[in-house]
């Protein structure tokens, strides 16, 4: 009698088991059918993407917090040419890519980098003492997920990087990872047509 309650247990308890793995699959297929592909380059000149307005007003209409606390508006960084990246602490790809963008804003002096957290001030702070960031960093919590969409990032996805002239025009953005190669390339171009 005991041995076949057991038996019992194991088989319900393997039925069910098996049912909510079933289950949480066919629901994590349904949900990865609808996403977007966030991780990949997109330029203004096309994309898979569905199309968006960028309105890069947006960026220079926001007033955040840097980690002391200061309220900065961001319209102080018209005037010369912008590289605008949207990461957050518990974005892998935004953490692997923190070092290579700072190694390039070392070496682009010309060339205005900033970091605009969609997360805590808290985890930012925590972060910056593990992997030191040269360029400023601001806060926008996850409200900056407005912001990032406002810049033409439709699905909402990090990192996000834009890139801005000294006029203020949007004139590429990266959904997804940087390459150091290749945002180093868009910069280039982003600064001979300032020359122009």
Known sequence: ??????????????????????????????????APAANRAVSLSGSATPKVTANPGALYAASLPDLAGNTIALSQL??????????????APCVEEMPHLDALSKSLPNIQFVGIGIDTAANIAQFVTKIP?????????????????????????????????????IFDTILGQVSLEDLQKRIDRLVAKSKT
């Not at 319900?12 to 609808?34: C, V």
């Not at 005037?79 to 990461?87: E, H, K, L, Q």
């Not at 926008?140 to 996000?160: D, K, M, S, T």
Request: net charge positive.
């Open 78 to 91: 018209k005037g010369r040419p912008v590289v605008a990246n949207f990461w957050a602490t518990w974005c």
């Open 1 to 34: 009698m005991i041995r076949s309650m057991k038996r019992r247990t194991i088989i319900f308890g393997g039925a069910g088991l098996l049912a909510i793995t079933a289950t949480a699959w066919l629901a994590w297929q349904s949900t990865s059918r609808r």
């Open 133 to 169: 960031v040269s360029y400023p960093l601001y806060v926008a919590g996850h409200a900056g997920i407005g912001l990032v969409r406002e810049l033409g990032n439709a699905a909402g996805g990090l990192p996000f990087t834009v890139l801005l002239d000294a006029e203020g025009h």
